[in-house]
């Protein structure tokens, strides 16, 4: 029971903040190209770590997660008058590079596959 609360607070708490970073921050360091991928709060519901995916340069992901974090407490309270919790968890935004990982993963994939088209016909796997 206490596993599913937390997931839909999560799940509450990714979508009440992405709201409140496109609508209410007015930081020219954060990045318009982002999307909040999760959020995972502690079991004692007092922090809460944000992962943030950002489109763009290395340097403009860090100056972007900083950014976030500087206005967290803006965003903890400006998301904390529409979700209703007895203390709203302090916030820690982590950028998430997920998508990079995956996108590395893919580009491997297909350098493994046009090595192996490249092979002569005969060739076998194992080697003869």
Do not use: C, W
Request: aromatic share 4%.
């Amino acid at each position: 029971m206490a596993k599913q609360r937390i997931e839909r607070l999560n799940s509450l708490l990714r979508e009440v903040i992405s709201d409140v970073i496109r609508k209410h921050v007015r930081n020219p360091d954060v990045n318009e190209l982002f999307t909040i991928t999760r959020v995972s709060i502690s079991k004692d519901l007092r922090h809460a770590k944000v992962y943030v995916s950002i489109l763009g340069e290395e340097n403009e992901k860090a100056k972007s997660i900083k950014a976030l974090q500087s206005a967290s407490g803006f965003i903890g309270s400006t998301a904390a008058k529409q979700v209703v919790m007895r203390f709203f968890p302090s916030l820690k935004f982590l950028l998430d590079d997920a998508v990079n990982k995956h996108m590395r993963i893919e580009e491997l994939l297909h350098q493994i596959e046009e090595e192996k088209n490249m092979r002569p016909q005969g060739e076998h796997e194992n080697g003869q």
